[in-house]
T-cell receptor, first 116, second 111 residues
Framework: GAGVSQSPSNKVTEKGKDVELRCDPISGHTALYWYRQSLGQGLEFLIYFQGNSAPDKSGLPSDRFSAERTGGSVSTLTIQRTQQEDSAVYLC??????????????FGEGSWLTVV | AQSVSQHNHHVILSEAASLELGCNYSYGGTVNLFWYVQYPGQHLQLLLKYFSGDPLVKGIKGFEAEFIKSKFSFNLRKPSVQWSDTAEYFCAVKGNNRLAFGKGNQVVVIP
């Protein structure tokens, strides 16, 4: 597609439920990132996928958070047993090449999660 | 780990005024630096980036930034702002397979 596509754009869930957020990166991009944007916390790195390599999960805040990337393309971020502090905008991004290259990282419009 | 510091979180200025947003970074490796902009209700968009060559980088919409290695800085400038520049601006440094962002500058331009 033309850009990074995320769904749903908005999700309201009850505390304790599980949620799945989907990301479809730009075609041909091998690197995929998840970030979280919340008031007062700015943009926090969550996880990074590069091709078929093992993901860098060092930014995941707890074991309730997990992510998969199937076939080197679409990614799903799963939050189990959601808590109110999980309320945030979850941003997906992709780039042609990861690592420390100068390639631009393109962001999607985000999935706005509200836990009530 | 890399980190970015942005100052003056809230900036209010009139149209035609000049804008300068400070950005200082900390990273021991090869530096790739970025400025992103987030207009109200929109997603993050790249304004400009530096990864080598001329330290004065020109981006979209009349923005420019200067990489000063000795000061670990990558300040963003625009000589004359417009109302449409109202947005949040984020500086970021790339390293360790990720972008590390500053807290952002909320810029409001008054017509």
């Amino acid at each position: 597609g033309a850009g990074v596509s995320q769904s749903p754009s908005n999700k309201v869930t009850e505390k304790g439920k599980d949620v799945e957020l989907r990301c479809d990166p730009i075609s041909g991009h091998t690197a995929l990132y998840w970030y979280r944007q919340s008031l007062g916390q700015g943009l926090e790195f969550l996880i990074y996928f590069q091709g078929n390599s093992a993901p860098d999960k060092s930014g995941l805040p707890s074991d309730r958070f997990s992510a998969e990337r199937t076939g080197g393309s679409v990614s799903t971020l799963t939050i189990q047993r959601t808590q109110q502090e999980d309320s945030a905008v979850y941003l997906c991004a992709s780039s042609f090449q990861g690592g420390n290259s100068g390639n631009t990282i393109y962001f999607g419009e985000g999935s706005w999660l509200t836990v009530v | 780990a890399q980190s970015v510091s942005q100052h003056n979180h809230h900036v209010i200025l009139s149209e035609a005024a000049s804008l300068e947003l400070g950005c200082n970074y900390s990273y021991g490796g090869t530096v790739n630096l970025f400025w992103y902009v987030q207009y109200p209700g929109q997603h993050l968009q790249l304004l400009l980036k530096y990864f080598s060559g001329d330290p004065l980088v020109k981006g979209i919409k009349g923005f420019e930034a200067e990489f000063i290695k000795s000061k670990f800085s990558f300040n963003l400038r625009k000589p004359s702002v417009q109302w449409s520049d109202t947005a949040e601006y984020f500086c970021a440094v790339k390293g360790n397979n990720r972008l590390a962002f500053g807290k952002g500058n909320q810029v409001v331009v008054i017509p």
